[in-house]
């Protein structure tokens, strides 16, 4: 695998070591050791959406495993594929650095970029995916459950790039997931039939967020206006009113069930703040396994170490 962009491409054998590296770099780096596997190593990101957690955790992978991450906003560059076409953009920094990540609002920015770059590229996220919080939210399942198969996750809210990349990990990992959306927002049919070819019946959609979660572990929600989504705001709460993530709807799933969030949470709109800062949620576990999994995952496509 040159470049990380989406699950469902990724073979299972590959997506299980990316989780035993990022556990064992995260014991590492908590008992005070380091791996400077990617010593005199650059990388480049590229950003056009805003990031707090994605940011900040490469920027930290990156110079724990002793390379240096470099940070683009668009306008420094006048565009990504303005002022000069992606695919020049890409070959230019392969010359130059040894791995890009990017977030774009076109997931096709980040495949052309793969395409014509001869360093890894990384999706940091896309308007249709987002494999690294996936990835590092079944890490932080792992932690919490000991094992992953056979997890039942209720996705609550919009069928988005965040619920996309959770079908994935979950027709390739082992676990189902119902998605819960109103009508109008569930998964596309060919995502659904993708995760499904992989593992049959894993990804089923419902409109019924209480049928999603009477037999869940996991109660996972996102925002209902995601980046670039704004001029829809007004309308996508009206429409997304009775998909919040409550006390009324928690209590109508099992005891172990735990709350997930990718974050950043709209508290009062898809998640109560209630519920977001009760025992059962984890989404400061997932925002810390960010970190875990990337210092994985660099470490996996720069160095060619595992
Ligand atoms: N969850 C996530 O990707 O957060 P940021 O947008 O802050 O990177
Ligand atoms: N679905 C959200 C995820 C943010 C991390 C968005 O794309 O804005």
Redesign the pocket.
Known sequence: MKDFLTIIDCPVEFLKDLLRISTRLKRLYTFGGNDPCLAGQTLAMLFE?????????FQVAMTDLGGHPIYVKPEDIGGIGKREPVKDIARILSRYVDGIMA?TFEHSTVTELAQYASVPVIN??TDWS?P??AMADVLTIEEHFDDIKGINIAFIGDGNN?ARSLAFACAKLGMKMIVATPAGYELDTETIDRANQVSAGCIRQTHDPKEAVADAHIIYTDTWVS?GQEAEKQKRREDFAAFQVNAELVKTAPDHAKIMH???AYRGFEITDEIAESPKSIMFD??EN?LHFQRALLKKLMSQQS
Not at 50 to 57: G, Q, Y
């Open positions: 959406k805003p990031s707090l957690r994605t940011r900040i955790s977030r940091a996220l987002h690294c919080q965040v980046m990718c974050l950043p997932q925002a960010r």
